[in-house]
């Protein structure tokens, strides 16, 4: 076996393992008993789709990809903490309703 035969089979491994992992996520982001739950599941996915996009990179040998890794991890940084403050301030809404 030669290293870009291992390089390969490695990749299909990561790929398939995180393809599974992203149903799984997207199963928990749907089923979720909170919404906190979802938000953790959403970042989760976010992770692992930008695994997806490393590890398509490597099989494929396009450096372009990384870019977008980059931009995704950016994005799923910024959806993260519009979702936490969303919770923050439906918690802050119910607490003043409570009053």
Known sequence: MTPAD?????TLVALVVLGAAMLLSTLRI???PTLADRVLAL????ILAMGFVVAMALR???LLYL???LA??????????ALARY???RRL???????
């Open 30 to 32: 749907i089923v979720g």
């Open 67 to 69: 870019d977008i890794a």
């Open 43 to 46: 970042d989760l996915l976010t």
């Open 87 to 89: 919770i923050f301030s």
């Open 72 to 81: 995704l991890a950016l994005l799923g940084f910024l959806a993260t903490i």
């Open 6 to 10: 291992a390089l390969s089979l490695a």
């Open 93 to 99: 809404m119910q607490e003043e309703r409570q009053r």
């Open 60 to 62: 494929t040998g396009f």
